[in-house]
Protein backbone atom coordinates (compact mmCIF):
# COMPACT_ATOMS: atom_id res chain seq x y z
CA UNK A 1 0.00 0.00 0.00
CA UNK A 2 1.00 3.57 -0.41
CA UNK A 3 3.23 5.16 2.87
CA UNK A 4 0.02 7.91 2.81
CA UNK A 5 -2.70 5.28 2.44
CA UNK A 6 -0.87 3.22 5.37
CA UNK A 7 -0.77 6.76 7.61
CA UNK A 8 -4.40 7.82 6.84
CA UNK A 9 -5.28 4.62 7.92
CA UNK A 10 -3.00 4.72 11.30
CA UNK A 11 -4.70 8.64 12.26
CA UNK A 12 -8.06 7.14 11.69
CA UNK A 13 -7.71 3.86 13.59
CA UNK A 14 -6.00 5.55 16.32
CA UNK A 15 -8.71 8.33 16.77
CA UNK A 16 -11.57 5.42 16.43
CA UNK A 17 -9.59 3.21 19.02
CA UNK A 18 -9.31 6.29 21.33
CA UNK A 19 -13.07 7.15 21.34
CA UNK A 20 -14.78 5.51 24.10
CA UNK A 21 -16.71 2.15 23.56
CA UNK A 22 -17.49 -1.06 25.13
CA UNK A 23 -14.16 -2.20 24.74
CA UNK A 24 -12.46 0.97 26.35
CA UNK A 25 -15.24 1.02 29.29
CA UNK A 26 -13.97 -2.86 30.13
CA UNK A 27 -10.70 -1.84 30.20
CA UNK A 28 -10.74 0.85 32.23
CA UNK A 29 -13.35 -0.71 34.48
CA UNK A 30 -10.96 -3.77 35.20
CA UNK A 31 -7.89 -2.21 35.31
CA UNK A 32 -9.29 0.15 38.09
CA UNK A 33 -10.63 -2.75 39.87
CA UNK A 34 -7.82 -5.53 39.07
CA UNK A 35 -4.78 -3.56 38.29
CA UNK A 36 -3.04 -3.80 34.86
CA UNK A 37 -2.63 -7.69 35.29
CA UNK A 38 -3.83 -9.56 32.17
CA UNK A 39 -4.45 -6.32 30.32
CA UNK A 40 -2.15 -7.30 27.49
CA UNK A 41 -3.79 -10.47 26.62
CA UNK A 42 -7.03 -8.87 27.24
CA UNK A 43 -5.72 -6.08 24.59
CA UNK A 44 -4.22 -8.96 22.04
CA UNK A 45 -7.79 -10.17 22.00
CA UNK A 46 -9.42 -6.47 20.76
CA UNK A 47 -6.67 -6.20 18.38
CA UNK A 48 -7.46 -9.73 17.06
CA UNK A 49 -11.10 -8.92 16.52
CA UNK A 50 -10.46 -6.02 14.63
CA UNK A 51 -8.06 -8.00 12.13
CA UNK A 52 -11.13 -10.21 11.32
CA UNK A 53 -13.05 -7.77 10.87
CA UNK A 54 -10.55 -5.63 8.57
CA UNK A 55 -10.20 -9.78 7.07
CA UNK A 56 -14.12 -9.73 6.52
CA UNK A 57 -14.70 -6.27 4.88
CA UNK A 58 -11.92 -6.41 2.93
CA UNK A 59 -12.77 -9.97 1.57
CA UNK A 60 -16.48 -8.95 1.20
CA UNK A 61 -17.48 -11.27 4.07
CA UNK A 62 -19.25 -8.50 5.90
CA UNK A 63 -22.38 -8.70 4.07
CA UNK A 64 -21.99 -12.47 4.55
CA UNK A 65 -22.10 -12.13 8.70
CA UNK A 66 -25.24 -9.45 8.19
CA UNK A 67 -26.76 -12.39 6.93
CA UNK A 68 -25.70 -14.78 9.76
CA UNK A 69 -29.08 -13.46 11.19
CA UNK A 70 -28.96 -15.97 14.78
CA UNK A 71 -25.81 -17.22 15.00
CA UNK A 72 -24.21 -13.36 14.62
CA UNK A 73 -26.68 -12.89 17.49
CA UNK A 74 -25.14 -15.50 19.42
CA UNK A 75 -21.42 -13.57 19.22
CA UNK A 76 -23.23 -10.41 19.90
CA UNK A 77 -25.19 -11.77 23.15
CA UNK A 78 -21.67 -13.71 24.36
CA UNK A 79 -19.95 -10.39 24.01
CA UNK A 80 -22.57 -8.39 25.92
CA UNK A 81 -22.60 -11.81 28.37
CA UNK A 82 -19.41 -11.18 29.34
CA UNK A 83 -19.61 -7.60 30.25
CA UNK A 84 -22.61 -8.57 32.47
CA UNK A 85 -20.68 -11.13 34.03
CA UNK A 86 -17.94 -8.08 34.46
CA UNK A 87 -20.42 -5.64 36.05
CA UNK A 88 -21.77 -8.15 38.05
CA UNK A 89 -18.25 -9.15 40.03
CA UNK A 90 -17.38 -5.26 40.02
CA UNK A 91 -20.99 -4.21 42.20
CA UNK A 92 -20.41 -7.53 44.57
CA UNK A 93 -16.57 -6.73 44.91
CA UNK A 94 -15.41 -6.42 48.50
CA UNK A 95 -15.00 -2.75 49.28
CA UNK A 96 -11.32 -3.33 50.25
CA UNK A 97 -8.66 0.06 49.37
CA UNK A 98 -6.42 -1.30 46.65
CA UNK A 99 -3.65 -1.36 48.76
CA UNK A 100 -5.35 -3.25 51.30
CA UNK A 101 -6.19 -5.85 48.69
CA UNK A 102 -4.79 -9.57 48.20
CA UNK A 103 -3.65 -10.19 44.79
CA UNK A 104 -6.41 -11.03 42.66
CA UNK A 105 -6.74 -14.42 41.48
CA UNK A 106 -5.55 -14.92 38.31
CA UNK A 107 -6.99 -15.05 35.39
CA UNK A 108 -5.79 -17.30 32.41
CA UNK A 109 -4.27 -15.44 29.62
CA UNK A 110 -6.26 -17.83 27.12
CA UNK A 111 -9.34 -16.31 28.45
CA UNK A 112 -8.74 -13.26 28.80
CA UNK A 113 -7.36 -13.22 25.11
CA UNK A 114 -10.66 -14.93 24.43
CA UNK A 115 -13.15 -12.38 26.38
CA UNK A 116 -11.45 -9.25 24.30
CA UNK A 117 -11.91 -11.08 20.93
CA UNK A 118 -15.31 -12.01 21.90
CA UNK A 119 -15.71 -8.50 22.74
CA UNK A 120 -14.76 -6.90 19.25
CA UNK A 121 -16.56 -9.72 17.45
CA UNK A 122 -19.97 -8.93 19.23
CA UNK A 123 -19.29 -5.57 18.12
CA UNK A 124 -20.92 -4.56 14.95
CA UNK A 125 -19.33 -1.38 15.00
CA UNK A 126 -16.13 -2.77 14.38
CA UNK A 127 -17.20 -3.87 10.93
CA UNK A 128 -18.68 -0.55 9.92
CA UNK A 129 -16.27 1.39 10.64
CA UNK A 130 -13.84 -0.86 8.38
CA UNK A 131 -16.62 -1.04 5.48
CA UNK A 132 -16.58 2.67 5.67
CA UNK A 133 -13.04 3.26 5.60
CA UNK A 134 -11.43 0.54 3.32
CA UNK A 135 -12.86 1.87 -0.16
CA UNK A 136 -11.36 5.21 0.41
CA UNK A 137 -8.11 3.99 0.64
CA UNK A 138 -8.08 1.14 -1.80
CA UNK A 139 -9.24 -0.67 -4.58
CA UNK A 140 -10.45 -3.54 -2.65
CA UNK A 141 -10.27 -5.93 -5.72
CA UNK A 142 -6.18 -5.11 -5.73
CA UNK A 143 -5.65 -5.48 -2.19
CA UNK A 144 -2.75 -8.04 -1.40
CA UNK A 145 -1.70 -9.89 1.14
CA UNK A 146 1.31 -7.69 1.64
CA UNK A 147 -1.38 -4.70 2.20
CA UNK A 148 -3.56 -7.00 3.85
CA UNK A 149 -0.20 -7.63 6.37
CA UNK A 150 0.38 -4.12 6.99
CA UNK A 151 -2.72 -2.43 8.01
CA UNK A 152 -2.88 -6.32 10.09
CA UNK A 153 0.65 -4.93 11.82
CA UNK A 154 -0.97 -0.98 12.34
CA UNK A 155 -3.75 -2.68 13.85
CA UNK A 156 -1.42 -4.00 16.48
CA UNK A 157 0.50 -1.22 17.16
CA UNK A 158 -2.10 1.18 17.17
CA UNK A 159 -4.65 -0.59 19.34
CA UNK A 160 -2.15 -1.87 21.84
CA UNK A 161 -0.36 1.83 22.27
CA UNK A 162 -3.90 3.01 22.67
CA UNK A 163 -5.52 1.24 24.88
CA UNK A 164 -2.46 0.63 27.58
CA UNK A 165 -2.47 4.32 27.48
CA UNK A 166 -5.64 3.77 28.64
CA UNK A 167 -4.75 1.30 31.54
CA UNK A 168 -1.86 2.94 32.30
CA UNK A 169 -4.45 6.23 32.97
CA UNK A 170 -6.57 3.95 34.88
CA UNK A 171 -4.29 2.32 37.16
CA UNK A 172 -2.73 5.45 38.02
CA UNK A 173 -5.84 6.79 38.93
CA UNK A 174 -6.98 3.22 41.37
CA UNK A 175 -3.43 3.86 42.63
CA UNK A 176 -5.07 7.53 44.85
CA UNK A 177 -8.00 5.65 45.83
CA UNK A 178 -7.38 4.73 49.62
CA UNK A 179 -10.87 4.16 51.19
CA UNK A 180 -13.27 1.50 51.56
CA UNK A 181 -16.44 3.71 50.95
CA UNK A 182 -14.22 5.14 47.37
CA UNK A 183 -13.43 1.94 46.65
CA UNK A 184 -16.73 0.38 46.76
CA UNK A 185 -18.36 3.44 44.84
CA UNK A 186 -15.96 2.93 42.20
CA UNK A 187 -16.43 -0.29 41.67
CA UNK A 188 -20.43 0.18 41.45
CA UNK A 189 -19.40 3.00 39.14
CA UNK A 190 -17.71 0.96 37.24
CA UNK A 191 -20.10 -2.08 37.38
CA UNK A 192 -22.88 0.27 35.80
CA UNK A 193 -21.06 1.53 33.37
CA UNK A 194 -19.89 -2.41 31.74
CA UNK A 195 -23.84 -3.27 32.67
CA UNK A 196 -24.63 -0.31 30.06
CA UNK A 197 -21.90 -1.57 27.54
CA UNK A 198 -23.68 -4.66 27.82
CA UNK A 199 -27.00 -3.50 27.57
CA UNK A 200 -25.76 -1.47 24.19
CA UNK A 201 -23.99 -4.07 22.96
CA UNK A 202 -27.01 -6.68 23.05
CA UNK A 203 -29.15 -4.39 21.57
CA UNK A 204 -26.98 -3.04 18.29
Do not use: H
Request: contains cysteine; charged residues 10%.
Amino acid sequence: MEPASLALFAAVLTLGAASPGPAVVALVARTLARGRAGSFAFILGLATGDIAWLAAAALGLAALAAALGSLFVIVRLAGAGYLAYMAYRLWTAPAAAPEATAPPARQSAFGLYGAGLALTLSNPKTMAFYLALLPTLMDLDTLSMVGFGEMSGIILVVLTLVFAAYVQLADRARRFIASRRAMRALNRVCGVALAGAAVSVATK
